[in-house]
T-cell receptor, first 113, second 118 residues
């Protein structure tokens, strides 16, 4: 079956540091890949997505590239801010059921001034 | 943007009682909603798909008589945990397929509801 593995957190960084959160997946076929972010007290929000190999998703300075050869979708940001502190979830969707997302366990990111 | 709200955000109940959690789409009509369950430090697990006006579709291993789902209107789906036991304590999250439906497949999530069964 499908599975997603994220690097374990928590991750603690200073403001303006470089961020990488690793995500690898196992899936049959050609899944779509997502990063969701959950800010304190709020629901999950879609951060970025990629639907096919070599696609790069980007939003709010975050980027992730769909690498089929390494089955990875690592999240990166060149310079984090305190406001980026949140929980980040990597997820994949296989098939045509839009709700059937397979999530990673989430990575807590804390950014200090 | 599309907003989904859950209520209550936190509930404590005694073992054997039933608890209802509501999921509302505030500014759009959601024909399809989804219910997830999240254990501490674990990923979200899809429990069921809720379609307005029809019976929910449950994932394998989820007891439909234990977790009753009703989607009676285009803006409201409810999850009722019947005869709750401590092992049902968890974080329950709903999501709704956005107003553009299958065109984008984008999901909008509620804030989650934490259930603690004593």
């Amino acid at each position: 079956g499908n599975s997603v593995t994220q690097m374990e957190g928590p991750v603690t960084l200073s403001e303006e540091a470089f961020l990488t959160i690793n995500c690898t997946y196992t899936a049959t076929g050609y899944p779509s890949l997502f990063w969701y972010v959950q800010y304190p007290g709020e629901g999950l929000q879609l951060l970025l997505k990629a639907t096919k190999a070599d696609d790069k998703g980007s939003n709010k300075g975050f980027e992730a590239t769909y690498r089929k050869e390494t089955t990875s979708f690592h999240l990166e940001k060149g310079s984090v801010q305190v406001s980026d502190s949140a929980v980040y979830f990597c997820a994949l969707r296989g098939g045509t059921s839009y709700g059937k997302l397979t999530f990673g366990q989430g990575t807590i990111l804390t950014v200090h001034p | 943007g599309a907003v989904v709200s859950q209520h209550p955000s936190w509930v404590i109940c005694k073992s054997g009682t039933s608890v209802k959690i509501e999921c509302r789409s505030l500014d759009f009509q959601a024909t399809t909603m989804f219910w997830y369950r999240q254990f501490p430090k674990q990923s979200l697990m899809l429990m069921a798909t809720s379609n307005e006006g029809s019976k929910a579709t449950y994932e394998q291993g989820v007891e439909k008589d234990k977790f009753l789902i009703n989607h009676a209107s285009l803006t409201l789906s409810t999850l009722t945990v019947t005869s709750a036991h401590p092992e049902d304590s968890s974080f329950y999250i709903c999501s709704a397929l956005g107003p553009w439906g299958a065109n984008t497949g984008e999901l909008f999530f509620g804030e989650g509801s934490r259930l603690t069964v004593l």
